[in-house]
C-alpha cells in the first residue's frame, strides 16, 4: 500500500470515528454549529416533599448561661473548661442529643466518651453530673 491510501484511510477512519461521536448531537436547524441537547431531568422522587422550614436550631446558652455553666463544668472537672469554647460546643452537642431523646445510661457514656480528651478525662458520674448541668443552665 503506497503512502497516498495510508493517508487517506487513516482521514477516513478519523472522520468515521468523528461521525459517529457526534451523531447523537447534530443540530437539525442546519444553520450553525451542532449544539449539545440537555441532559435529561431527573423527576423528583414521589415520596419527596420540599420543605421550606428551616433547619432546627440547636439550644444555645447565652451569656448568663454560659457563664453559669463554665462555673457548673469547673466544679465538676476542672479540665473540662480549659478551652472554653470548646466545652460550650460539647455541651451543645449534649443538649442536642437529649432533646433527640437519648437518656440513660447510653446518654451518660456518650458525654462521658464527649467530654474526655484535651485536658479531662470524664468518668461516668462526672458525665451524670455535666448533664444536668446542661440541663439547668441552657437545655430545659
Known amino acids: 500500500m503506497n503512502g497516498k491510501k495510508k493517508a487517506l484511510l487513516i482521514a477516513g477512519g478519523v472522520l ?81 442529643e437529649i432533646q433527640d431523646g437519648q437518656k440513660g445510661k447510653q446518654l451518660v457514656k456518650d458525654v462521658s466518651y464527649r467530654f474526655t480528651g484535651g485536658n479531662a478525662t470524664v468518668d461516668e458520674r462526672q458525665a451524670a453530673e455535666v448533664i444536668q448541668a446542661v440541663k439547668d443552665t441552657f437545655c430545659g
Request: glycine share 4%; with cysteine.
Open 16 to 96: 468515521v470515528v468523528a461521525a459517529i461521536a457526534n451523531a447523537g448531537n447534530s443540530d437539525t436547524s442546519g444553520d450553525g454549529p451542532a449544539k449539545a441537547k440537555p441532559a435529561a431531568k431527573m423527576s423528583p422522587s414521589p415520596k419527596a416533599k420540599p420543605t421550606h422550614e428551616a433547619p432546627a436550631k440547636l439550644d444555645e446558652p447565652n451569656a448568663a448561661e454560659e457563664k453559669q455553666l463554665l462555673r457548673k463544668l469547673t466544679s465538676i472537672n476542672p479540665g473540662i473548661t480549659v478551652n472554653r469554647k470548646r466545652a460550650i460546643r460539647r455541651s451543645v452537642s449534649t443538649c442536642q
